[in-house]
């Protein structure tokens, strides 16, 4: 599919992806999941996988070029509650060149089979300095610094509690010790400088990433309801003198895999 013809009609290539979709997860999933960078191990801790294949299977989607995605989507029969979950082992990240629909086009096309509950996680930067990192923040809010949108068309969606209150606290009943904050997504795929971050903190952000914020506009817009949880993988820049790497950040996560899933597991078995 040329970027063109995505670009044009993303809904339409959504749509054109929920059927197959649905398909090879044998019916609609009751919700649906993103494993950002770090989170991927964890997904193993949610259930029973009942089918697995590669996200390029279905139309519109790119394999994945991210250190730490996988670029696959599994059926997952929860152990909790016995529902069915669309997880995305990986994502198409902004950076990545193909533009702001490609980027969404996972949870356009997950929206589009019936689905209306999705969770978005990420390894992140941890701005605040109350963080540790292997820690779990829920986002609470965002700030979109990519100067993007996915929104195609004079749709002027409302953004109000996009991060789902509701689901938030199901969180803290599960874990009272959870902290929130707000989560900022830059472009990248460059880490932040020192200076960047300091105005970031500035901002309000808590939280600074490359990914989740344009997928969580184009769920509301979808109308599912929305859950972020950033894993902080490292500090921001500037906060050890230390350098930043890729490699830090999947270290990170498949150092807190373990709690993640537990985490996630137990969260899912109460929405
Ligand atoms: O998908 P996420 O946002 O978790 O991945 C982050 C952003 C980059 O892909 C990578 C940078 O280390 O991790
Ligand atoms: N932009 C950004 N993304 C990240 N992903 C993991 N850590 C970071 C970070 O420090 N900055």
Known sequence: MTERTISGSAYEAAEAAAKPLKEKLGGVPDLALVMGSGWVPAADAL????????????????????????????????AESGKLAAVFLGRTHYYEGHGVARVVHGVRTVAATGCRTI?????????????????????????????????????FVDLTNLYSPRLRELCKQVDPSLSEGVYVQLTGPHYETP???????TLGAD??????????????????????????????????????????????????????????RDVLGRI
């Open 47 to 78: 259930g029973e996988t009942e089918a697995e294949f590669p996200v390029t299977e279905l139309p519109g989607f790119t394999a994945a070029a991210a250190l730490g995605h996988a670029g696959r989507i599994r059926a997952v029969r929860l």
């Open 119 to 155: 969770v978005l996680t990420n390894g992140c930067g941890g701005i605040n300095a109350d963080y540790v990192v292997g820690q779990p923040v829920l986002i609470s809010d965002h700030l979109n610094l990519t100067a993007q949108s996915p929104i195609v068309g004079a749709n």
């Open 195 to 201: 200076a960047e971050i300091r105005m970031l903190r």
């Open 207 to 264: 939280l600074v990433g490359m990914s989740t914020v344009l997928e969580a506009i184009a769920a509301r817009e979808a109308g599912m309801e929305v859950l972020g949880i950033s894993l902080v993988t490292n500090a921001a820049a500037g906060m050890t003198g230390e350098p930043l790497s890729a490699q830090e950040v999947i270290d990170a996560g498949n150092a807190a895999a373990s709690r993640m899933g537990a985490l996630l």
